[in-house]
């Protein structure tokens, strides 16, 4: 493992790759595999072969156990493999031993992760949280890559008895984790007040989760265009990862009735506890959501399987308790429809592409989020031509009248609204 300056551990393309994994059945092992194939492919490698070994756990030393290992090794040498990717985290010992034995680059599951996370972050705070995650991941490493780091440091403030560099690089790793934790500290303040911000306005959060590229961005932009917020629209791909920064677009309905609709990073198997750590404060919306979008991709065989690893990830993160609306996205795409029959009660099988029930996901959206809109008759006095206005632009008035003791509006209000104008309510016999 050899760690590059752009913080990149890995130059995979055009690599050919041997993945190599301990399989248990209980979890998943097979399709957390192919997985492993699809982030291998995401960042360019050629995936020459697989081998998967099956044990409850892995080895201490080697991961996957000395005879294993010679399997392997041969393994790489018939296939000219230059890569060895494992499906897990490993030790620096097991990096090392693996890497003495195999001649080879060695990584593993996470740093891949990483590594197309690093690729693909586009904002500033994404860019400071995968540094983070990546600097997290190496400190504890560095005493497993053996005598490259065991050199005399040159320079200011190592001279006397001397400083190896393993410290060295220990010290520089933690000082500039400060520095990324300062940054990403203040980026947080600022969207504290901006969550503040939106809580005071009353405005419902509806936060789009899911595994990766189940299609959640064409879902947002399919809400958008219906709503015709179509210049708001965020990139969408059909590839991995293809989203990792928060997206918030204000979603405006035909009948004044708003909310915020976000777009979040993709979960995946295994996700590296280092990231979910690093992206934390940029998914806290997620749990105060007023209501979660679970969009799965129903084209998947695996797809209950990605279900469950969502819901894990949303408990993590303490969202298990959020209200919940289950899309089937990708329905267009499923080979056999006999499958939507088994779908768990009250799943919408959508097309966010072709635009199948996305007419319904969105009034079932409406319907959750606006529920408990009071309705109300208000009498605006004349002088407060700014609360009409208001009434006017961001709720859905059904009558409008004028009176000799102001203007009678007949709208529905959210309740921070209502607490607000309760003042100007009308009692039921009032005029």
Excluded at 171 to 199: G, P
Excluded at 213 to 240: C, P, Q, W, Y
Excluded at 383 to 396: A, C, F, M, N, Q
């Amino acid at each position: 493992m050899r760690f590059t300056d752009d913080n990149s551990v890995i130059a995979a393309a055009f690599c050919r790759a041997i993945l190599v994994g301990i399989e248990k059945e209980r979890d998943g092992g097979a399709r957390s595999m192919d997985e492993l194939a699809a982030l291998a492919e995401a960042v360019g490698a050629e995936v020459a072969g697989i081998l998967p070994q099956v044990r409850e756990t892995p080895d201490r030393r080697t991961y996957i156990g000395k005879g294993k290992l010679d399997e392997l090794a041969e393994l790489c040498a018939s296939m000219e493999a230059d890569t060895v990717i494992c499906n897990d985290e490993l030790s620096g010992i097991q990096l090392r031993n693996l890497e003495d034995r195999l001649g080879l680059r060695v990584i593993d599951r996470t740093i891949l992760i990483l590594d197309i996370f690093a690729a693909r972050a586009g904002s500033r705070e994404g860019k400071l949280q995968v540094e983070l995650a990546q600097l997290r991941y190496r400190l504890p490493r560095l005493t497993g890559f053996g005598k490259a780091l065991s050199s005399q440091g040159g320079g200011i403030g190592t001279r006397g008895p001397g400083e190896k560099k393993l410290e060295t690089d220990r010290r520089h790793i933690q000082s500039r984790m400060d520095e990324i934790k300062k940054e990403l500290a203040e980026a947080a303040a600022h969207r504290q007040v901006q969550r503040a911000r939106r809580k005071k306005s009353g405005l419902p959060l509806v936060a789009l989760v899911g595994y990766t590229n189940a299609g959640k961005s064409a879902v947002m932009n399919h809400i958008l265009r219906a709503t015709e917020n179509g210049d708001k629209a965020v990139f969408e791909k059909d590839m991995l990862f293809a989203t990792l920064d928060t997206y918030r677009r204000r979603v405006c309905m035909r009948d004044n009735k708003e909310f915020i609709l976000v777009d979040t990073v993709g979960f995946v198997s295994k996700l590296p506890h280092s990231l979910v750590k690093a992206f934390r404060a940029t998914l806290e919306e997620v749990a105060e959501a007023d209501l979660l979008v679970h969009v799965v991709d129903a084209s998947r065989a695996d797809c209950d399987f990605q279900t469950d690893v969502v819901s894990e990830v949303l408990a993590e993160l303490g969202a298990s308790g959020n209200d919940r609306i289950t899309a089937y996205n990708k329905a267009d795409l499923i080979g056999d429809p006999a499958r939507l029959l088994h779908a768990p009660p009250g799943v919408l099988p959508v097309s966010a592409t072709r635009g199948d029930n996305m007419d319904k996901l969105l009034a079932a959206i409406e319907s959750a989020i606006f529920r408990d809109l009071r309705s109300v008759r208000l009498l605006i006095p004349y002088d407060r031509g700014d609360i009409v206005s208001y009434l006017s632009e961001k709720t859905p008035v059904s009558e409008r009248a004028y009176t000799e003791e102001g203007t009678l509006v007949a709208t529905k209000l959210r309740e921070a609204d209502y607490r607000r104008l309760e003042p100007y309510a009308l009692r039921s016999g009032d005029a």
